[in-house]
């Protein structure tokens, strides 16, 4: 079971970093992810690629998303996911005005294929290897036999 912090007891670790999350812009997440293997804040905003003054001014809100993100990785990975689903379809969408003719048609195929499912794909059940159905039996430890 998931544990409670003991700075607000009713809610459980991932709806607290669930909701600080939810008050940071994306740079502050990319911060709050890059915290988790980086020493110190100066080395984090360096690795994303801003300056570290920059992260000593905002809110306190991201140092606690800092703490809490070290208890709960997968809140921030399912936020991040959740918040970049749109940009990731526009992405695969854009492939449909692709000048390839060939990722026009595995972009149209899958796109259907999320939306409506695979289409159904018959069995030939006709084949040479259709047929009876053989059981093997081992009567000793060497020698197999046909029943």
Known sequence: MEELSKENPGLSISDQLASALAQLSTDQIRFVVARQECATDKEA??????????????????????????SDGIVVATHVRRRNLAKAMLAKVAGLDSMDENVRQRVATEIIEWEMGKAKQPIDQHTEHSGSVVVVSWDDATTPSEN
């Open 45 to 70: 905003a360096e690795a994303i690629g801003i300056k570290p003054d920059t992260v000593y001014h905002w809110p306190d809100a991201v140092k606690e998303a800092v703490r809490l993100m070290a």
